[in-house]
C-alpha cells in the first residue's frame, strides 16, 4: 500500500560508557523521499505482521484511568506527549522542533528503565487511505558492515526492522475530530515483558483502552449462537464463519477497525439473516467497530488444541464428516490421516510399502 509521506525524521538515542543516554538531533527532515518510503513500507509489513498490538488513547491526570491512583492521594502528572503533539497540530511548532521535543521526552523516559537500549526514534507524518497517522516507533540498532566507495569495509551499525517492538500508530484524523474513540492509537504489545509496552505508554502518554482479544472472542461467540439458532446447513454455516473470517482478516491486514454494520451487510448480500437484529435481540451487543486480534479469529475456521504430549487441529468443516467426536467418552476419531503423518506411522510400524 502506498504511503504518502508528508514528513519524516530520525534522532539517535545513545548510551554513554556511564550508561547514560544522550541525543544526536537531526537539524532537518528526511528530504531521500525514495529511501525513507522504502523504509516506511518495510516498517509497515513489520508493524502489521506482530499479532501482539494493542489499542489506547491519550490520557489526562483527570482521567477515570487515574481514579485508583487519585483516591490513594498520588499527584497524577499531566503527560507530556498529548500537549506536545496537540501544540504541532495547532501550528504552535514546526514538526522538526516538535520531534526534537518528543526525543527529549524519550529520553527521560528510557533514563527510568533498566532494560533500555540506545537507538533510533523515527516519526513519520503520512497518509493512508482517508486517514492522517503520525508513526512514532523506536528502532533497534545491529551491528553491520558497510562497503565504502574506494571498496574497503568497515563495521557500522544499522537500523534492524525486523525486531522493532517499541512502535506506535497514531490515527490523527480520528484524534482531531474527537469522536468518542477509544483506540486511535495503535501499538505493538511485544513479546519482551509487560513492561516494554507499559514504558512506550508512559511515554506517549496513553491508556491502553480497548481489549481487542475480547472484542473478537464476542464477536465469536455471537456468529456460532447465529449459526446454530438460525439452523442454518452444515455448508451455509460454514459459508457465514468463512466469511466473517475473511472480513475480519481483511481488516487486520489493512490496519483497519472491524465494522460491525458493514459486517452485518456483508452477511445479508449472501443470503445470510441478519446477525446485527440477532446480537440486540439476544442482548448479544457486539461493538459498532474494534480491532480484530488475529489469533482469535482462527477459532472461527479451525478446531486446535494442545496438551499432554498432543496437538491436535482441523478445519470446521470436517466435524462430522472425517472427524467425529463423542462427548461421553471425550473420543476424537479421525478418518484419513495427512499423507507426512501417514508415512510416519505405517514406518513405525514396519509397513513399508
Request: with cysteine.
Amino acid at each position: 500500500m502506498a504511503l504518502k509521506v508528508s514528513a519524516s525524521i530520525v534522532h539517535q538515542v545513545y548510551q554513554d560508557r556511564q550508561g547514560e543516554f544522550g541525543l544526536r538531533f537531526s537539524p532537518e527532515a528526511l528530504h531521500s523521499e525514495a529511501e525513507v518510503s522504502a523504509l516506511l513500507a518495510e516498517l509497515s509489513e513489520v508493524y502489521n505482521a506482530k499479532p501482539g498490538k494493542g489499542y489506547a488513547s491519550f490520557v489526562s491526570a483527570e482521567d477515570p484511568f487515574y481514579a485508583a491512583a487519585r483516591e490513594a492521594g498520588e499527584t497524577i502528572p499531566e503527560p507530556e506527549f498529548p500537549q506536545l503533539l496537540t501544540n504541532w497540530l495547532a501550528n504552535e511548532n514546526d514538526f522538526v522542533a516538535f520531534s526534537q521535543q518528543v526525543a527529549k521526552l524519550l529520553q527521560a523516559e528510557l533514563s527510568r528503565y533498566s532494560f533500555a537500549e540506545p537507538g533510533f526514534l523515527l516519526l513519520a507524518d503520512y497518509q493512508q487511505n482517508t486517514d492522517r497517522i503520525l508513526l512514532v516507533s523506536f528502532l533497534p540498532v545491529r551491528d553491520g558492515v558497510m562497503v565504502q566507495p574506494d571498496l574497503s569495509v568497515h563495521k557500522s551499525p544499522q537500523l534492524d526492522v525486523s525486531k522493532i517492538q517499541l512502535a506506535a500508530r497514531i490515527n490523527l484524523t480520528e484524534f482531531q475530530a474527537q469522536a468518542d474513540d477509544l483506540y486511535y492509537v495503535s501499538f505493538i504489545k511485544g513479546r519482551t515483558g509487560r513492561k516494554t509496552a507499559e514504558f512506550f505508554l508512559d511515554f506517549l502518554g496513553c491508556a491502553e483502552r480497548v481489549n481487542s482479544k475480547a472484542s473478537t472472542k464476542h464477536l465469536i461467540d455471537t456468529v456460532q449462537a447465529f449459526v446454530k439458532e438460525a439452523e442454518l446447513s452444515d455448508d451455509n454455516a460454514n459459508d457465514v464463519r468463512k466469511s466473517v473470517y475473511e472480513y475480519c482478516g481483511e481488516q487486520w491486514q489493512q490496519g483497519e477497525q472491524v465494522q460491525f454494520n458493514e459486517l452485518d451487510q456483508r452477511l445479508q448480500d449472501q443470503g445470510a439473516p441478519s446477525i446485527k437484529a440477532f446480537s440486540q435481540n439476544k442482548g448479544m451487543d457486539v461493538p459498532e467497530s474494534f480491532p480484530a486480534d488475529k489469533t482469535s479469529l482462527r477459532q472461527l475456521v479451525k478446531f486446535q488444541g494442545q496438551g499432554g504430549g498432543l496437538s491436535i487441529g482441523f478445519d470446521q468443516n470436517m466435524l462430522g464428516n472425517r472427524v467425529n467426536y463423542d462427548a461421553q467418552t471425550d473420543t476424537l476419531t479421525i478418518v484419513g490421516t495427512p499423507p507426512n503423518l501417514r508415512d510416519q506411522l505405517r514406518r513405525y510400524y514396519g509397513m513399508n510399502d
